[in-house]
């Protein structure tokens, strides 16, 4: 007769197997920020030369104007004050713009990573017009250098720029400069310059297309600024300062509206300071919502704020892996109990290698998906990942468990993880209360069948007597 462990002891010790595969675990889940890391390189390669995310503000009439100002010098070590005329910028923004966009997407692939690109075509039209109160601003009409007033429009990434880009004022067309931007959209863009008498108002229409990618913003300066968009992409994110008054998305793609209002922007149409980017934000997603983080040089006149819309794809293959990794622990607890349980209570006995190899198992299927998802996607990854993990196990346990029945058994309680795991992924609002009621049932049923277990008894157990076992012998000499 031998003795067998106590119940309790193998219950100790397949929990310390369990805890040991989180190295394991770790090092996948790192390979999958890893991976994930090469691909948003690869998406900036394939970016590269095209444009990055792009920024629109304006168009907003900068005026030069004479101001005085008053100064101190040490002269003969003396402090003495002295007014002296200095060139101010004054930024006017204009009464009414109405913006139209037609954002066309376009995929670039790069070996196995792809990266969704656009080309917006922007036309719109603005009215400008000094405020009937502009005396209430300090500046004297008389000093405002109208000869030298620049119209400015200013795009983030101005390699983005193509080349039918035109301006019209009040029924000319004009010559563009590059550069002159503002300041929101980091100092890039483009300008003409304007001749304006102040008196009457000033009809601008506008024409630019540009390339980028990931996402389009839009900085409203004004009395009242309309963006309508359309697009064929089916997956739009609606994000910053401002959402839409008005959107529809389809399959086929989706159409916005936004209406912004100065008394919303809180900015005054006559400003002396131009104003800095929206303030950063990170990028994060969230029901398939998109914040940009946009950075600029500061400006005086305070920050702007703006409307975002990004092209984000439907389903980001390593958020899904990252999330089924972390639900890695569920199948190797949930099979190690199962093992268990088989060993207490049918007699089926399992060693602390097989508890190993079986989690090994299990944490390969991590790795498969990530491998796969990268090239054939995420759905079929996981049909083949999971099917060839659910086949080895099946079959591997037959042999621990010495029978097929047991293993099939285990190969069902894979399947129903498996498939269980595949709705949390994909029903990620109710994805802790169906994880708990599944730790529930679980709990439950593991604490009905190991009721009458004594876990800190031995069993005894029939076993060929020591006696009848090979010895080694061992020769002396004198």
Same mark, same amino acid.
């Given at each position: 007769?031998?003795?067998?462990r106590s119940?309790?002891?193998?219950l100790?010790?397949?929990?310390?197997?369990?805890?040991?595969?989180v190295i394991?675990?770790?090092?996948?889940?790192?390979?999958?920020?890893?991976?994930?890391?090469?691909?948003n390189?690869?998406?900036?390669?394939?970016?590269?030369g095209?444009?990055?995310?792009?920024?629109?503000?304006g168009?907003v009439?900068v005026?030069?104007y004479?101001?005085?100002s #008053?100064?101190?010098?040490?002269q003969n070590g003396?402090?003495?004050?002295r007014?002296v005329?200095? !060139?101010?910028?004054?930024f006017?923004s204009?009464?009414?713009?109405?913006? &139209?966009?037609?954002?066309?997407?376009d995929r670039?692939?790069k070996?196995i990573y792809?990266?969704v690109?656009?080309?917006a075509?922007n036309s719109?039209?603005a009215?400008?017009?000094l405020?009937a109160?502009?005396a209430?601003?300090?500046?004297?009409r008389?000093?405002l250098?109208?000869?030298g007033a620049?119209l400015?429009f200013?795009?983030?990434?101005?390699r983005?720029?193509?080349?039918?880009?035109?301006?019209?004022?009040?029924?000319t067309w004009?010559?563009?400069?590059?550069?002159?931007?503002?300041?929101?959209s980091?100092?890039?863009?483009?300008?003409?310059?304007?001749d304006w008498?102040?008196v009457s108002?000033?009809?601008?229409?506008?024409?630019?297309a540009?390339r980028?990618?990931?996402t389009?913003?839009m900085?409203?300066?004004?009395?009242e600024?309309?963006?309508?968009v359309k697009s064929?992409?089916?997956s739009?994110?609606?994000?910053g300062?401002f959402l839409?008054t008005?959107?529809?998305?389809k399959?086929s793609?989706?159409?916005?509206?936004?209406? #912004?209002?100065n008394?919303?922007?809180g900015?005054a149409?006559v400003? &002396?300071d131009?104003?800095a980017a929206p303030?950063?934000a990170?990028?994060?997603?969230?029901d398939?919502?998109?914040?940009?983080?946009v950075?600029?040089?500061?400006?005086?006149?305070?920050q702007s704020?703006a409307?975002?819309?990004g092209?984000i794809?439907? @389903?980001?293959?390593?958020?899904?892996?990252?999330r089924?990794v972390?639900?890695?622990?569920?199948?190797i607890?949930?099979t190690f109990?199962?093992?268990l349980m088989?060993?207490l209570?049918?007699g089926?006995?399992?060693a602390?290698a097989?508890?190993?190899? &079986?989690g090994?198992?299990?944490?390969l299927?991590? @790795?498969?998906l990530l491998?796969f998802?990268e090239v054939?996607g995420?759905m079929w990854a996981y049909l083949?990942?999971?099917?060839?993990?659910?086949?080895?196990?099946?079959a591997?346990?037959a042999?621990i468990l010495?029978?097929w029945?047991?293993?099939?058994f285990?190969?069902g309680?894979? @399947?129903?993880?498996?498939a269980?795991?595949y709705?949390l992924?994909?029903?990620e609002?109710?994805?802790?209360i169906?994880?708990s009621l599944?730790l529930?049932?679980?709990?439950?049923v593991?604490m009905?069948?190991?009721?009458?277990i004594d876990?800190?008894?031995?069993?005894?157990?029939?076993g060929?007597? &020591?006696t009848?076992?090979?010895?080694?012998s061992? !020769?002396?000499k004198?």
């Amino acid at each position: 007769m031998t003795t067998e462990r106590s119940p309790g002891w193998k219950l100790f010790l397949a929990g310390v197997i369990g805890i040991a595969l989180v190295i394991p675990l770790m090092m996948v889940y790192a390979l999958v920020w890893d991976r994930q890391e090469q691909s948003n390189v690869a998406q900036n390669s394939i970016a590269a030369g095209w444009g990055g995310p792009q920024v629109v503000v304006g168009p907003v009439l900068v005026i030069p104007y004479t101001a005085n100002s #008053v100064e101190t010098v040490d002269q003969n070590g003396r402090q003495t004050t002295r007014t002296v005329q200095v !060139t101010k910028e004054l930024f006017l923004s204009p009464e009414t713009n109405t913006l &139209t966009t037609n954002l066309k997407p376009d995929r670039k692939r790069k070996s196995i990573y792809e990266s969704v690109l656009f080309v917006a075509e922007n036309s719109g039209s603005a009215r400008f017009a000094l405020p009937a109160d502009f005396a209430r601003y300090g500046i004297a009409r008389e000093a405002l250098n109208l000869a030298g007033a620049e119209l400015r429009f200013g795009i983030s990434d101005a390699r983005g720029l193509q080349a039918d880009s035109k301006v019209e004022v009040n029924g000319t067309w004009l010559e563009l400069q590059p550069g002159k931007g503002l300041a929101a959209s980091g100092g890039s863009g483009f300008f003409t310059f304007v001749d304006w008498d102040a008196v009457s108002p000033m009809e601008v229409t506008y024409n630019f297309a540009i390339r980028g990618n990931k996402t389009l913003t839009m900085v409203p300066r004004g009395g009242e600024t309309k963006w309508n968009v359309k697009s064929s992409w089916p997956s739009p994110s609606f994000a910053g300062d401002f959402l839409p008054t008005q959107r529809d998305v389809k399959s086929s793609g989706f159409t916005s509206s936004h209406a #912004v209002t100065n008394l919303a922007l809180g900015q005054a149409l006559v400003l &002396t300071d131009d104003l800095a980017a929206p303030v950063p934000a990170n990028i994060t997603k969230y029901d398939s919502m998109e914040v940009m983080n946009v950075s600029a040089p500061s400006a005086g006149g305070g920050q702007s704020q703006a409307a975002t819309i990004g092209l984000i794809e439907p @389903v980001d293959l390593y958020s899904q892996v990252d999330r089924s990794v972390k639900y890695g622990f569920l199948f190797i607890g949930f099979t190690f109990l199962a093992f268990l349980m088989f060993d207490l209570i049918a007699g089926a006995k399992v060693a602390a290698a097989e508890y190993l190899l &079986t989690g090994a198992g299990l944490v390969l299927f991590f @790795v498969l998906l990530l491998a796969f998802a990268e090239v054939v996607g995420f759905m079929w990854a996981y049909l083949v990942a999971g099917g060839g993990i659910t086949g080895l196990l099946t079959a591997y346990s037959a042999a621990i468990l010495k029978s097929w029945m047991r293993a099939r058994f285990i190969g069902g309680l894979l @399947v129903g993880l498996y498939a269980t795991l595949y709705v949390l992924l994909n029903l990620e609002a109710y994805s802790l209360i169906i994880g708990s009621l599944l730790l529930f049932v679980a709990l439950a049923v593991v604490m009905w069948a190991t009721r009458a277990i004594d876990w800190g008894a031995k069993r005894e157990v029939a076993g060929e007597p &020591t006696t009848d076992r090979p010895t080694a012998s061992v !020769t002396t000499k004198s």
